[in-house]
């Protein structure tokens, strides 16, 4: 089963995210801008000049999104998708290579996450175990409302040790 449109999904949610963030810190950025980390000042000053039509085009997108996704839910109660595009990067890794090219860490950690987070529904990532490797992180996504679905997976992966709980990824320095 595949999630339609999940490029154009993301696209969409990083306008909107950029938008709304920029708008909601506009006045601390014109007031307080030393107080911001200069790589998130940037962001926030970018996402505060998005152009109307630009965002009123990816609210049109969301809701035409949400609604292709939920048609997925007639069919099946979860779905299980990656959540990100590899093994938690160390603290401080700037890059990673996806597919031979080599990208920030940073905005595109998410790649996976963004196009389900933009239309809200209830989510769960869990890290899967790898023999040997840093584990990789997988969601266990439901229809609105179904938040005893996700819990309820969520926790028969790990009385099952399939994962365990991120805690272990941090004390050993990664994200």
């Known amino acids: 089963m595949t999630i339609p449109e999940a490029a154009r999904a993301r ?3 990083y306008v909107i995210t950029t938008a709304e963030g920029g708008n909601l810190h ?18 926030l000053l ?13 609210q049109r997108f969301r809701r ?4 292709r996704v939920m048609e997925l839910f007639t069919r099946v109660d979860i779905l299980l998708a990656p ?19 080599e990208m920030l860490v940073r905005p595109n950690i998410g790649i996976f996450t963004q196009p389900l ?3 809200g529904l209830p989510i769960v990532a869990v890290p899967v175990q790898r ?3 840093l584990p990789i992180g997988v969601q266990v996504v439901a229809a609105p409302g179904r938040e005893d679905l996700v819990l309820r997976v969520a ?3 790990e009385a099952l040790g399939v994962c365990t709980a991120p805690v272990a990824s941090a004390r050993e320095g990664n994200l």
């Open 131 to 133: 023999s040997g490797a």
């Open 83 to 101: 959540a990100t595009p590899c093994a938690a990067p160390p603290i401080g890794q700037q890059s990673m290579v996806l597919d031979g090219v």
């Open 26 to 43: 506009l006045e601390r950025l014109r007031t307080r801008a030393a107080d911001f980390d200069p790589a998130t000042r940037d962001r």
């Open 11 to 13: 696209a969409a949610a």
């Open 155 to 157: 926790a028969e992966l």
């Open 46 to 58: 970018a996402g505060a000049m998005v152009p109307a039509s630009w965002y009123l085009q990816a």
């Open 117 to 119: 987070s933009l239309i």
């Open 64 to 67: 035409w999104y949400h609604d």
